[in-house]
């Protein structure tokens, strides 16, 4: 499980984090988050990377993910809604991206991890 890696003691990127974790739905830029924490891009992403060992890219799609994990785990929805839900509208990138992460496709994970279907 992805746990967000806030173990160091950067105040502008743990605030940088906290945006990401209550915007997850939304569309976040890298220069949006930079201008958040007063900062020029290059240097958000420097810190950002230094801070938890993830680009910014790369720690937003981990937290989508998770949090695609959790609605295929707990609920019914369909992949287009769970999708949604994480702030994506393109399907192949979604599918790409959740596999490359958890390693089955959204479909196999759902199968495999939802806790509503009978044991």
Avoid: C, W
């Amino acid at each position: 499980m992805f746990q967000g890696q806030k173990n160091h003691n950067d105040a502008a990127i743990k605030k940088a984090q906290e945006f990401i974790e209550n915007n997850i739905q939304e569309r976040i830029t890298i220069e949006e988050l930079a201008n958040l924490v007063s900062l020029g891009r290059r240097s958000f992403e420097r810190r950002f990377k230094l801070a938890t060992n993830h680009s910014v890219l790369e720690y937003i799609n981990r937290l989508k993910m998770e949090n695609a994990k959790r609605s295929f785990e707990t609920s019914r929805k369909n992949i287009n809604e769970v999708m949604y839900d994480v702030g994506y509208t393109d399907t192949k990138a979604f599918r790409t991206i959740f596999k490359k992460i958890t390693g089955l496709s959204p479909i196999e994970y759902r199968n495999k991890y939802n806790k509503m279907t009978a044991a």
